[in-house]
């Protein structure tokens, strides 16, 4: 007889035994969560990881998966967090609403990290200080400088030669996104603060992939992330230590000529009223987390927008000729235009709809017990709402894989989409403070370069339009940067001439 069947016989009893027990513990839990009428949560649940085996990337197709086999409200667990999955627009218009206050907090992610339980109190400022509607016609007039010299770059470029819009788009937002914050742009050769914009620039290619990176935000180790953070830190930290000497050599005006402050001016004249709340610390987070998110979305909208119009030869026409008929050719369109654009502004909702930036909505944490679709949820669950799924659910949208902007035409469809079929920048007391200017952004910017230019594929075949991962880990970006030819339309060759900057506003508008 062989001595090592007994051991052998043991080990697989063990193994019965170890199943059965688990499956035991697994059919109790699913008892007690019955009578406590809490969500159905997907099989199996295993041990320390809950349900992080099932998961695969992007992430909010597998959830979409997992909401179409078991439901639209489940209860999942990640490690030790329970985590409340939302799928369907009556259960997020429940969180958005009835439950809104409940729903208030923000879960140690992006934002959290970097700003711990202020992010509550502080989020209000660049709502209320640089994305107000009062403040935008002001913020434009540097928005449309810079899209101004985006289409005087890519006028010098051979019309044979592919140009990677991914970098494009990016540039773009930075450069707006630092005068927002700091009153400076660092995507210009003829900058002169050069070696800082070096600096700058080596950052950003880190935060965003941009430079030559295939992705955004790669995935660094622990140690390289930790060196990332640290040069951030500092690079931010100067910038605050440079508006204070101005602010001091100014008697406490740093404002711009236009009367516009920046960020970090808003930031510093709080630090002034209160110093052990809006720290260096705070206001190097509040930097971040604005320069991150706003740049991340919006130029992830635009390249998802001009990536489907070279698939959709079709509705590119439609939409410059669209542009020709209601600016004509004398002038560049201009963001009060955009308002008479219907076409275009249907391509954006339709682009935002297939592809929104941030598929699954920023996560929020309960602060207290509820009730959603019926279902008790325990106080200090992670809502997740996946809009991804919701936008691309075929019980809501027809045919929802096609890409039809005329589903958005006409008044009643004009605005944003019905109730929360279709809500990318989120809803309620925690929806995108940068909503306002990110939709007069993309609608500008792609605007702009439909009118000025004919656009090609940069090779026969199709425009890939696999999935990646944004910088939040949450957002959905192009895994493959476009790549695209261009060549200016003669009848707009005369308006893409040189000009002075401070010209460029009173050409655009």
């Not at 006028?155 to 914050?181: C, D, G, R």
Request: charged letters at 20%; a neutral charge.
């Amino acid at each position: 007889m062989n001595p090592f069947l007994p051991q052998l016989g043991m080990a697989i009893l063990y193994c019965c035994a170890a199943m059965a027990a688990l499956l035991l513990i697994s059919v109790v839990q699913s008892i007690l969560r019955k009578l406590r009428r809490f969500p159905p949560r997907p099989f199996p649940t295993l041990p320390l990881v809950g349900h992080l085996h099932l998961f695969r990337q992007p992430l909010h197709r597998s959830l979409g998966d997992l909401s179409a086999r078991d439901g639209p409200i489940l209860l999942l667990q990640f490690l030790s967090r329970p985590v409340l999955l939302v799928s369907s627009p009556s259960a997020a218009e429940e969180c958005f609403t009835k439950s809104n206050v409940i729903f208030a907090n923000r879960p140690q992610l992006l934002a959290g990290k970097l700003l711990g339980n202020n992010w509550r109190n502080l989020r209000p400022i660049p709502a209320l200080e640089i994305f107000a509607a009062s403040n935008l016609r002001t913020v434009f007039s540097k928005l449309a400088d810079e899209v101004w010299l985006m289409l005087q770059r890519l006028s010098f470029n051979h019309p044979n030669q592919a140009v990677n819009m991914k970098t494009v788009f990016y540039e773009l937002m930075i450069n707006v996104m630092t005068s927002i914050i700091a009153g400076k742009r660092y995507y210009d050769e003829n900058t002169a603060e050069e070696e800082e914009a070096k600096r700058f620039r080596k950052i950003a290619g880190e935060m965003f992939g941009i430079g030559g990176a295939s992705s955004v935000a790669p995935v660094l180790s622990w140690g390289a992330a930790k060196r990332s953070q640290a040069k951030r830190d500092g690079f931010m930290q100067e910038l605050i230590e440079d508006h204070r000497r101005r602010i001091a050599a100014g008697n406490g005006d740093d404002s711009e000529a236009d009367g516009r402050k920046t960020l970090v001016e808003v930031l510093l004249s709080l630090q002034l009223l209160n110093p052990p709340y809006y720290t260096d610390e705070v206001i190097r987070g509040m930097m971040t987390v604005v320069l991150a998110t706003e740049t991340d979305t919006t130029a992830g909208i635009m390249e998802w927008g001009l990536s489907i119009l070279l698939n959709n030869p079709e509705a590119l026409r439609k939409a410059q000729s669209e542009i020709d008929t209601f600016v004509g050719h004398d002038s560049l369109i201009c963001e009060s235009n955009v308002a008479g654009l219907p076409y275009l502004r249907c391509i954006i909702n339709e682009t935002m709809r297939m592809h929104p930036a941030s598929p699954l909505l920023v996560p929020n944490d309960s602060c207290d017990d509820c009730t959603i679709g019926g279902y008790n949820i325990p106080r200090g669950t992670m809502l997740l709402v996946n809009m991804w799924a919701m936008q691309n659910d075929p019980r809501i949208w027809a045919d929802p894989e096609e890409f039809m902007p005329q589903r958005f035409e006409g008044p009643e469809r004009a605005g944003s989409g019905d109730g929360l079929k279709l809500m990318p920048f989120g809803s309620g007391r925690r929806c995108c403070p940068g909503e306002g200017l990110a939709r007069r952004m993309v609608g500008l910017a792609l605007g702009s370069l439909i009118q000025c230019f004919d656009w090609e594929r940069a090779s026969q075949e199709m425009v890939d339009m696999s999935e990646g991962t944004g910088v939040t880990g949450l957002g959905s970006t192009k895994a493959q940067p476009l790549m695209a030819k261009c060549k200016p339309r003669a009848i707009l060759v005369n308006l893409l001439t040189p000009v002075p900057l401070s010209s460029a506003s009173a050409v655009l508008e």
